[in-house]
């Protein structure tokens, strides 16, 4: 696995590592090796062996998004955020700008992507409003690092099954921020899409995002999430059978290997399952492309 000048090797026999290494050397490339898998891109990696699983923490980033938020000596948040979801706020209070309001969001971004999913949400919602801030919206932000200041020793715990099967589970919030902005606002009725794909019961995508067509109904909403997270678990399939291929497991991920997608919604798992060429009274106006995925 390979970021710009960053790489992790994988084997099931570390001779085979070393051999690589040996030959990239013998190229002339400049190496610095590590004794073990301790980190990765900001990334603190632990494997315990005695229960088998890997716990994924970034002590140092949300260190430095507590700093860079200044928030003192405030209690922590049991939660990322309210109950009621972010609204724009167009006539709140103007931001108190005493930091850089893009710069801890795309930190936070980093942080959800790679070991925090269950701040996704969170960041999403303040993701929002980079280029509109009010107040309300560093209070929100400001939130996401009291409850991290609470959490910071936590992470993502991978504990794999055994069995190679991909799950991916989606959800959908139809319409979300309707009762709670300008009804005539079109980005106010707007559905978000929830989904996580996980691969031997650990989650390696996940995504929180508003869609970008309007729904006109919940089995709408539901069927355009299933699409959207077709959209990633299509290309993470071919990868993973790739992989299995070139570390000795393709005779037995060929044999055993599934994919299951889980939705909630009856009207858009009976449409998802008709053969090509679906349509139904209600849904002959839906877009070519949510059919295809």
Same mark, same amino acid.
């Given at each position: 696995?390979?970021?710009? +000048? ?7 026999? #570390?001779?085979?590592? +070393? ?6 050397? %013998? ?10 898998? =301790? ?44 109950? $009621? ?16 309001? =893009? ?14 999913? @269950? ?7 303040? %993701? ?6 009010? &107040? ?16 910071? @020793? &936590? ?11 991909? @799950? ?6 139809? %319409? ?36 970008? +067509? ?16 077709? &959209? ?5 399939? &071919? ?35 008709? $053969? #090509?060429?679906?349509?139904? #009274? ?12």
């Amino acid at each position: 696995m390979v970021y710009v +000048d960053d790489t992790l090797f994988y084997s099931p026999d #570390p001779k085979y590592i +070393d051999d690589v290494i040996r030959k990239l050397e %013998a190229e002339e490339m400049d190496l610095e090796e590590e004794d073990n898998v =301790a980190g990765f891109l900001g990334v603190h990696i632990e494997q315990n062996d005695a229960d088998n699983t890997i716990t994924l923490t970034q002590t140092g980033l949300i260190d430095q998004i507590i700093d860079t938020l200044n928030l003192g000596n405030q209690s922590r948040k049991l939660t990322p955020a309210a109950a $009621e979801p972010l609204v724009m706020d167009a006539e709140g209070d103007p931001p108190d700008g005493t930091y850089s309001y =893009a710069s801890v969001v795309g930190m936070l971004q980093y942080l959800q992507a790679h070991s925090r999913p @269950d701040i996704t949400f969170a960041v999403s919602q303040c %993701a929002r409003y980079v280029h509109r801030t009010r &107040r309300s919206h560093e209070i929100a932000l400001e939130r996401i690092g009291l409850y991290l200041k609470g959490t910071k @020793d &936590r992470g993502l715990i991978l504990s794999p099954s055994g069995v190679l099967d991909i @799950d991916c589970y989606v959800d959908v919030d139809f %319409a979300g921020l309707w009762p709670y902005e300008d009804k005539h606002d079109p980005s106010c009725v707007k559905s978000r899409t929830g989904f996580v794909i996980c691969i031997s019961n650990c989650p390696v995508i996940w995504s929180s995002k508003l869609q970008t +067509d309007i729904a006109t109904s919940t089995m709408e909403a539901e069927y355009n999430g299933l699409s959207l997270c077709m &959209r990633d678990l299509l290309p993470f399939k &071919r990868l993973f059978l790739a992989v299995s291929c070139g570390i000795g497991l393709a005779d037995e991920v060929m044999t055993s290997f599934k994919t299951s997608v889980w939705e909630d919604n009856n009207g858009a798992l009976t449409l998802a399952n008709m $053969e #090509p060429g679906r349509m139904t #009274p209600r849904s002959k106006h839906y877009a070519v492309k949510y059919h295809w995925f």
